[in-house]
């Protein structure tokens, strides 16, 4: 998708000294330097509230990444050569005169004069417009069209769809539009991309990849790990906005979209804007039937006791938070009347793994009755994360003399047929933007689109009308989960690798 022209030649993180930074975006620069895919003078910028000297951030964060910085070599090596080229610099956009004081102090800091930027907002939600401020000059003094300063916007983009039209609203008064890459990481992951391969690189999907022969498609995302140190943050969103708006929904678009014209931008952004669009919306009276809301209870993982999310340290005792969430949800367009796409999202679930399961529909007849076994639908598990790969289950003859059928897997897995080598989303999609690539970004009218499709649900869930479940830390997740598939004949149908 991108090619190998370096246009900036710099970047700067805001939000420097929190997780995302140090645990994703750093190591990521490094990896990239790494495989010499970095402008040879490229420069990191990274920012804080703090005082504080570039010295104490690189202990700071080698001491908060030491394991990752062991076991990863990419990392280190690409750290190693870094290394005098990453400052840290103050940005604090609550003193008086930050503006012009943050702009002398990074130009000062700068090699060369102006070179294009990128700026990296990982802050959160509420201080995202005091940070584009902060940025709004560079960008004003800026007149070389051909390498232009841009602006990455980290999720959550708002908390509903006004929320995020004020903040689009204020990107749009420092940026223009491409210059603006707003980021879902999921779209730089190896098996979400694959998907567009998959479906439009080969003839044979394309003809059953509707509803003649898709029965349901299921989306799940499921984490063993809780909410970390993220309370402040999580207990405010819910999985429904941190995962379920850009996620999941995105890889609903990977797997529902007509084929777009080109892997280009524009055609892509296009494609899965109209699929957003044609996501129905619940009534008010809707919600409480087609989608579950539940808290993990105290409960185990990996054989160890873990709390329950209410008794999590910085959650409100009371609050109505959900830690999972399942939906049914509809594509009403030609392609995809009638079938009911499940989404399930949870933390602290028994296994970690995101996958997509397209059931096919049965057979229209048998002629194998008097055989053993069960003839199972056809099924295409399509693994994003952990062991990416894709199975298609297909019902075949076991060798011998029995009359038994039962269902064997086609299996391409990512590790035996390439290695182990995958580059994380984030290298993948900091390249893309460091080149101005913004095929794999959103467009704001996805996000826009997106938030049409979740507000009405926590709108219902707030109004209070839909029970709170709850499920043990370490299970499946709540049992009403179950019973809204089977209200319709379905089942999760969970891969077994
Ligand atoms: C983030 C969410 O966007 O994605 C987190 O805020 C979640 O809550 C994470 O854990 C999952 O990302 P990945 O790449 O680990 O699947």
Redesign the pocket.
């Given at each position: 998708m991108s090619g190998r022209f370096f246009c900036a030649a710099s970047i700067v993180i805001f939000g420097g000294t929190g997780d995302l930074a140090s645990r994703k975006l750093i190591p990521a620069l490094c990896r990239l330097h790494d495989a010499e895919l970095l402008a040879h003078d490229f420069h990191i910028f990274v920012t804080g509230r703090a005082d504080l000297s570039t010295e104490a951030f690189i202990e700071h964060l080698m001491q908060r990444e030491a394991i990752l910085f062991k076991k990863d070599k990419r990392f280190a090596n690409g750290f190693a050569g870094l290394r005098s080229r990453i400052r840290y610099l103050r940005a604090n956009p609550a003193l008086p005169g930050e503006p012009e004081d943050f702009k002398n102090r990074l130009l000062a800091a700068e090699p060369m004069a102006a070179p294009a930027r990128l700026f990296y907002l990982a802050v959160p939600p509420d201080s995202m417009k005091s940070f584009i401020r902060l940025i709004k000059p560079f960008s004003e003094e800026n007149t070389d069209s051909r390498c232009p300063e841009r602006i990455l916007v980290e999720?959550p983009f708002g908390q509903n769809l006004k929320t995020a039209k004020e903040l689009n609203q204020s990107l749009l008064e420092a940026f223009t539009e491409n210059q603006i890459l707003r980021i879902d990481?999921y779209l730089g992951k190896e098996a979400v991309q694959n998907i567009l391969f998959m479906r439009f690189a080969n003839t044979f999907f394309e003809p059953v990849w509707n509803n003649h022969y898709i029965d349901n498609v299921q989306i799940s995302f499921s984490?063993n790990i809780g909410i970390g140190g993220r309370a402040g943050y999580f207990d405010q969103t819910g999985i429904l906005r941190?995962?379920v708006q850009n996620?999941l929904l995105q890889v609903l678009c990977m797997v529902a979209m007509e084929s777009p014209l080109s892997h280009l931008p524009g055609d892509l952004h296009l494609e899965k804007n109209k699929v957003l669009k044609a996501l129905r919306r619940y009534q008010p009276e809707e919600v409480a039937s087609e989608t579950i809301r539940a808290q993990y209870s105290a409960g185990e993982v990996d054989s160890n006791p873990v709390l329950g999310y209410l008794e999590e340290n910085g959650v409100r005792p009371e609050s109505k938070t959900e830690t999972y969430a399942a939906c049914r949800v509809f594509v009403d367009n030609w392609r995809w009347g009638g079938v009911p796409f499940y989404l399930q999202a949870g933390k602290r679930l028994e296994r970690n793994v995101?996958e997509i399961v397209i059931n096919f529909k049965p057979l229209p007849h048998s002629i194998f009755k008097d055989f053993t076994g069960k003839i199972e639908p056809n099924r295409l598990y399509i693994r994003i994360?952990p062991n990416e790969g894709i199975i298609l289950k297909v019902n075949s003859k076991p060798p011998g003399m029995n009359l038994q059928v039962s269902d064997v897997g086609l299996k391409f897995s990512y590790e035996s047929e390439f290695g182990d080598y995958r580059p994380d989303?984030y290298e993948r999609l900091l390249l893309d933007a460091l080149n101005g690539d913004s095929a794999l970004f959103l467009s704001n009218s996805e996000i826009e689109e997106s938030w049409k499709f979740i507000d009405p649900i926590i709108e219902a869930w707030q109004s209070d009308n839909q029970p709170m479940h709850t499920y043990k830390a370490g299970s499946n997740g709540p049992e009403e989960a179950n019973k809204l598939l089977a209200r319709h004949g379905h089942r999760w149908r969970p891969s077994i690798i």
């Open positions: 999720k990481h984490e941190d995962v996620h995101t994360q989303a």
